[in-house]
């Protein structure tokens, strides 16, 4: 008998290395933009593919203005994002519009591309509750702080979706670090049960703060974890703003043909620190490994792809840039503007019907504000 069971926990390493190892990483443009997997190549056309280059220049510039805002102690709360651009972008460029997108607090980029106006992404970063009031018809939620909460958020969206028999997608961002989180499994095991039309991201970036992912999980990749819920999981190179096109848009057919969700793992790196709030990235990440990230830039690689076919040029791109500071400019100028915000409006905001027990406070509130 001994020996039997022995055999049987034996077959069952052998099975886990087999399904680990069958967990490729999808990549078609390599480091020097160079399509190295024609199959796998999305339907985009060439002014969609100038549109997805300039989202990411303007994003990486609009990072680099929110870290001098939040250092000028013009913003709030900045989870900085260059690097993880084609991750982002290309990810919400897959959606239509009447998908809805269910952010982690690095996701802003995502959220402002599926319409949320500029300025109040400023005012989120400020804690303003104007910046949580999404307008009607841009189908996003506030970013999530609490890591993980945001999966079982989509599970019930894309459920939502699912009763109502809408052609629509629900998709969701966590980290690597969030990939442990109860939440994350609970999401990804229900949307599966339920088949609902969902698409969770985890954008790997290496580190949950200070918290390398080999301390993150004994799994050799993080889209594996898809198998015990049943649904597919795939690895993509998550600096190749085409492989996660592909991979999402891919994911989302299959969603709203009522074949369930599936978790896409973006293998990606954060330039900048976790957040503005004073980490210093010097003390647990090498320059070795910071450099080894740079060179797989995802600007850099998808702008030596367009230079090839002749569909980009530094005019372009310095007519984006210009563009981006600009319209930043603007959406500061417009946050300024805002009226200050006041104890009542918290309160009043905060729910649909007011509860008793705040009716009290608001009354309170609403004394002190008059004088
Ligand atoms: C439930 C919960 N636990 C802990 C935290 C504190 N916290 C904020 S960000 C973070 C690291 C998350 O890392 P990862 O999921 O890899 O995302 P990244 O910041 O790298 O994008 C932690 C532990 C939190 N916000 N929520
Ligand atoms: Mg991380």
Sequence with gaps: MASKTKTTLADSVKQ??????????????????????????????????????????????????????????RLGFYAPTAGQEASQLASQFALEKEDFILPGYRDVPQIIWHGLPLYQAFLFSRGHFHGNQIPEGVNVISPQI???????????????????????????????????????????NFAGAYKAPAIFIVQNNRFAISTPVEKQTSAKTIAQKAVAAGIPGIQVDGMDALAV????????????????????????????????????????????????????????????????????NEDMENEVIE????????????????????????ISFMYEEMPNHLEEQYEIYKEKESK
């Excluded at 809408?166 to 990804?188: L, N, P, R």
């Excluded at 603007?330 to 918290?346: F, H, M, N, R, S």
């Design 16 to 73: 886990l290395e087999k399904i680990e190892n069958q967990f490729e990483t999808l990549q078609i443009l390599n480091e020097e933009g160079e399509v190295v997997n024609e199959a796998a190549m999305p339907d985009l056309s060439d002014e969609q593919l100038q549109e997805l280059m300039k989202r990411m220049v303007y994003t990486r510039i609009l990072d680099q203005r929110s870290i001098s805002l939040n250092r000028q102690g």
């Design 146 to 188: 609490i890591i993980g909460a945001q999966y079982i958020q989509a599970a019930g969206v894309a459920l939502g979706m699912k009763k109502r028999g809408a052609k629509s997608v629900a998709i969701t961002y966590t980290g690597d670090g969030g990939s442990s989180q109860g939440d994350f499994y609970e999401g990804i």
């Design 245 to 312: 096109y592909a991979a999402v848009r891919e994911a989302r057919e299959r969603a709203v043909n009522g074949e369930g969700p599936t978790l896409i793992e973006t293998l990606t790196y954060r330039y900048g620190p976790h957040t503005m709030a004073g980490d210093d990235p010097t003390r647990y990440r090498t320059a070795d490994l910071d450099n080894e990230w740079e060179k797989k830039d995802p600007l850099v690689r998808f702008r030596k792809f367009l230079e090839t076919k002749g569909l980009w």
């Design 323 to 346: 563009r981006a500071k600009e319209e930043i400019k603007d959406a500061i100028k417009k946050a300024d503007e805002q009226p200050k915000q006041k104890v009542t409006d918290l």
